[in-house]
C-alpha cells in the first residue's frame, strides 16, 4: 500500500484502528440511519476503502472466510450466514459500534482539511487474551 498511496481515497489521513470484541464489532442497534461524513473513510472487511458506516464490521461480507468460521463455531446457521452475505452490504442489519461516533467527536477537533481512516479489528465471542501481546 505505501507505493501506491495516490490511489487511497484519503491520502493523509489519520490512520485509527478499531479493534475490540462485540461492541467494537457492532452488536448495539442503530435506531435511525447516519449519513457518511466525507472526511471519514473505512477499510472494508471486502478489502476496498469506502466511506465510514455502520456497522464498520460487516462480517456477511468479509472476503476471509475466518470470520463466518469464527460464527459457526458459536453457533451461528451456516445457511443464515450465506443468505445474509449473499444480500451484500445493503442487506446488513442495523447494528452499530463505536467507531463512526468516535471518528466523528475526533473530527470535531481536527483542522478542517484533515480525515479520519479506520481500520475496523472487531470480533465477538473471543477473550480478552486474544487482543494481546504475542
Same mark, same amino acid.
Given at each position: /500500500?505505501?507505493?501506491?498511496?495516490?490511489?487511497?481515497?484519503?491520502?493523509?489521513?489519520?490512520?485509527?484502528? /478499531?479493534?475490540?470484541? $462485540?461492541?467494537?464489532?457492532?452488536?448495539?442497534?442503530?435506531?435511525?440511519?447516519?449519513?457518511?461524513?466525507?472526511?471519514?473513510? $473505512?477499510?472494508?472487511? =471486502?478489502?476496498?476503502?469506502?466511506?465510514?458506516?455502520?456497522?464498520?464490521?460487516?462480517?456477511?461480507?468479509?472476503? =476471509?472466510? @475466518?470470520?463466518?468460521?469464527? /460464527?459457526?463455531? @458459536?453457533?451461528?446457521?451456516?445457511?443464515?450466514?450465506?443468505?445474509?452475505?449473499?444480500?451484500?452490504?445493503?442487506?446488513? =442489519?442495523?447494528?452499530?459500534?463505536?467507531? @463512526?461516533?468516535?471518528?466523528?467527536?475526533?473530527?470535531?477537533?481536527?483542522?478542517?482539511?484533515? $480525515?479520519?481512516?479506520?481500520?475496523?479489528?472487531? $470480533?465477538?465471542?473471543?477473550?480478552?487474551?486474544?487482543?494481546?501481546?504475542?
Amino acid at each position: /500500500m505505501a507505493e501506491n498511496r495516490s490511489t487511497l481515497p484519503c491520502p493523509g489521513a489519520d490512520l485509527w484502528i /478499531m479493534a475490540g470484541q $462485540s461492541n467494537m464489532q457492532g452488536c448495539g442497534y442503530l435506531q435511525h440511519p447516519i449519513a457518511p461524513d466525507p472526511r471519514v473513510w $473505512s477499510f472494508g472487511m =471486502d478489502y476496498q476503502w469506502g466511506p465510514a458506516r455502520p456497522p464498520l464490521h460487516d462480517i456477511y461480507c468479509a472476503a =476471509d472466510p @475466518v470470520h463466518r468460521e469464527l /460464527m459457526l463455531g @458459536v453457533g451461528a446457521d451456516a445457511q443464515a450466514l450465506a443468505r445474509r452475505a449473499a444480500r451484500g452490504r445493503a442487506g446488513t =442489519d442495523p447494528m452499530c459500534g463505536p467507531g @463512526v461516533f468516535f471518528a466523528r467527536t475526533l473530527l470535531k477537533h481536527l483542522p478542517a482539511d484533515r $480525515s479520519i481512516a479506520l481500520l475496523p479489528f472487531g $470480533s465477538g465471542h473471543q477473550a480478552h487474551a486474544a487482543f494481546g501481546r504475542g
